[in-house]
């Protein structure tokens, strides 16, 4: 089941989500954002903020879910699709926007900041809130966001208001993410137009609803039917990816073969992984016409209904090794090659202080041949090997660290791919 999490705005809280929530095809989680409905002051930055969510999301133990924001928690989704897009599988803007404020918004921020000091939480609650609604909105649906706003305290309006006037501007961030994204503007919204509601979103699922800012709780029915098919058609469920791995060793005590073991490790809760063998019969023209050896057949088979593939190899005189070379080259015969558009990722281990270096480089050119997709950057290269892996495999923490993070991306690379490569 998907996991979903959704913010509030500011001055709401998950009770903004009681009709939507039972609708909503997945497993859900509303959080209570710092400083609202009763809670403590909260942070001054939206950075703060992120960073409260994101600690949330791990206690909770969920697996990269949709975090879908409203208005203020709109913006918090943002910066965490900047900051912390491994983490999340797709995000959405309900009532929100990318943009930063304009010097007119911030403004009447810091206006509103000086009623809060003067007047009180109540004055500032009662001018805001109908303030969000259409003047047709449903006046009892007014008066529950009321109620909830006045659970604030005034410390809690001010940092939420300071963190949202001093936030950064998003538009390059969700213009450029390769997160699925949806953006829900309600044609009704007294203070927001469609142009500033999808800034940013040319690339993104837009929907727009009859309905104000408020529209999950005037229209909660339409929404989720439109969160869910959004769901179903542009995010995954958490599933793993199939790979296929090869190791550029055949010694029974190999370094590289330790670490591609280590490495499905760290990525078992995101991939599947099937060891290969490469230990093929030479390439020679002659054993094409009539039939391929029945073990290069299945090897081209499982490359190819594989999600990506996975090379641990050596270097072997500043190069390829001559067996993983030689899967290449079987693996590279037109028509049909496995490897187009096959997202992969290299790694290597080595006794000396380049870690397989030059070998990877010739590697990415070979793939680069077959139009394979590599994973640009975050490069795996283990450094005197001897000190790092042992009987129980990689055990040099800032290698495991690093090489989490790189599973992270080359798990996004996959995702990528398999939404935008030409069929």
């Known amino acids: 089941?998907?996991?979903?999490?959704?913010?509030?705005?500011?001055?709401?809280?998950?009770?903004?989500?009681?009709?939507?929530?039972?609708?909503?095809?997945?497993?859900?989680?509303?959080?209570?954002?710092?400083?609202?409905?009763?809670?403590?002051?909260?942070?001054?930055?939206?950075?703060?903020?992120?960073?409260?969510v994101i600690k949330e999301i791990r206690l909770r133990e969920l697996d990269r879910p949709v975090v879908l924001g409203h208005s203020f928690g709109g913006y918090i989704t943002t910066n965490l699709v900047r900051r912390y897009p491994d983490e999340l599988s797709g995000f959405g803007l309900i009532h929100s926007t990318a943009g930063a404020?304009?010097?007119?918004?911030?403004?009447?921020?810091?206006?509103?900041?000086?009623?809060?000091?003067?007047e009180g939480v109540h004055p500032f609650i009662d001018e805001m809130i109908p303030g969000v609604f259409a003047p047709d909105s449903d006046q009892t649906l007014i008066e529950r966001a009321k109620r909830i706003g006045?659970?604030?305290?005034?410390?809690?309006?001010?940092?939420?208001?300071?963190?949202?006037?001093?936030?950064?501007?998003e538009t390059g961030t969700v213009r450029e993410t390769n997160l699925p994204g949806l953006f829900i503007y309600g044609s009704k919204d007294p203070n927001m137009d469609a142009e500033r509601a999808f800034i940013g979103a040319e690339r993104h699922t837009k929907q727009t609803v009859q309905a104000?800012?408020?529209?999950?709780?005037?229209?909660?029915?339409?929404?989720?039917?439109?969160?869910?098919?959004w769901l179903d058609a542009e995010v995954r469920s958490v599933h793993?990816?199939?790979?296929?791995?090869?190791?550029?060793?055949?010694?029974?005590?190999?370094?590289?073969?330790?670490?591609l073991h280590s490495i499905i490790e760290l990525g078992r809760d995101r991939f599947d992984v099937e060891v290969a063998s490469i230990e093929l019969p030479l390439y020679n023209d002659d054993l094409i016409d009539p039939d391929e050896p029945d073990v290069v057949v299945a090897f081209k088979q499982v490359v190819r209904e594989a999600d990506g593939l996975l090379v641990?190899?050596?270097?072997?005189?500043?190069?390829?090794?001559?067996?993983?070379?030689?899967?290449?080259?079987?693996?590279?015969?037109?028509?049909?090659?496995?490897?187009?558009?096959?997202p992969v990722l290299i790694a290597g281990a080595s006794p000396g202080m380049l870690g397989t270096v030059r070998c990877q480089v010739?590697?990415?050119?070979?793939?680069?041949t077959n139009r394979a997709n590599v994973l640009p950057g975050n490069e795996i290269f283990i450094t005197h090997c001897k000190e790092k892996i042992g009987a129980k495999g990689l055990e040099h923490e800032p290698s495991i660290q690093q090489i989490d993070r790189v599973l992270s991306e080359y798990y996004n690379w996959i995702d990528f791919w398999k939404r935008n490569a030409k069929k």
């Open 150 to 169: 006045f659970k604030m305290s005034k410390e809690g309006i001010i940092s939420a208001q300071e963190a949202i006037r001093d936030r950064n501007d």
């Open 212 to 229: 104000s800012h408020m529209g999950m709780m005037e229209a909660p029915e339409t929404e989720a039917q439109l969160i869910n098919a």
């Open 101 to 118: 404020d304009s010097d007119q918004a911030k403004a009447k921020r810091n206006a509103a900041i000086e009623k809060v000091i003067e």
């Open 240 to 259: 793993k990816f199939k790979l296929i791995a090869v190791s550029g060793s055949l010694r029974k005590a190999s370094f590289n073969t330790a670490l």
């Open 1 to 52: 089941m998907r996991q979903v999490v959704l913010l509030h705005g500011l001055c709401g809280s998950p009770d903004y989500f009681d009709e939507l929530v039972p609708m909503l095809e997945a497993d859900v989680y509303a959080l209570t954002l710092p400083g609202h409905d009763g809670t403590e002051s909260g942070p001054e930055t939206i950075d703060q903020f992120a960073d409260w």
């Open 362 to 368: 010739h590697l990415r050119q070979v793939f680069a």
């Open 312 to 342: 641990v190899t050596p270097e072997y005189n500043h190069s390829i090794p001559g067996v993983l070379k030689n899967a290449i080259d079987w693996l590279s015969l037109e028509p049909g090659t496995p490897l187009r558009d096959k």
